[in-house]
């Protein structure tokens, strides 16, 4: 269940994105996701949540955390809400099969279980 607010709450909210956009994508490979356009707006979608719930998160918590990209997270939100023409689905990729199983192992210590 979500935690009602604060930093518990985004960080619950970063993983569950995290872990949607991973487990609709499970089994896709880079081809497959590259010619599905409504898993890649999905996919989209959940990285801006994370992005926006990253910058909603305590400078304390992000300063005790740096083991997680925290501006890195949000420019990445800023790109895909404000400057959509320039999303690179290669860069989605990237982000969906790197940057989120990593971000889900450092956050999953830090929320509580669902």
């Given at each position: 269940?979500?935690?009602?607010?604060?930093?518990?709450?985004?960080?619950?909210?970063?993983?569950?994105?995290?872990?949607?956009?991973?487990?609709?994508?499970?089994?896709?490979?880079?081809?497959?996701?590259?010619?599905?356009?409504?898993?890649?707006?999905?996919?989209?979608?959940?990285?801006?949540?994370?992005?926006?719930?990253?910058?909603?998160?305590?400078q304390?918590?992000?300063?005790?955390?740096?083991?997680?990209?925290?501006?890195?997270?949000?420019?990445?939100?800023?790109?895909?809400?404000?400057?959509?023409?320039?999303?690179?689905?290669?860069?989605?990729?990237?982000?969906?099969?790197?940057?989120?199983?990593?971000?889900?192992?450092?956050l999953?210590?830090?929320?509580?279980?669902?």
């Amino acid at each position: 269940m979500r935690p009602e607010e604060g930093d518990a709450a985004c960080l619950w909210d970063m993983a569950d994105a995290a872990r949607t956009a991973l487990d609709i994508t499970a089994g896709y490979d880079r081809a497959r996701y590259l010619s599905d356009r409504t898993v890649q707006l999905a996919v989209e979608r959940l990285t801006e949540i994370i992005g926006e719930a990253a910058r909603k998160v305590s400078q304390r918590l992000k300063d005790s955390h740096p083991e997680i990209s925290w501006r890195s997270i949000i420019a990445q939100r800023h790109v895909l809400a404000h400057e959509y023409g320039e999303i690179k689905q290669d860069r989605m990729w990237r982000v969906l099969t790197e940057d989120l199983p990593k971000l889900l192992a450092a956050l999953e210590p830090l929320t509580p279980p669902e």
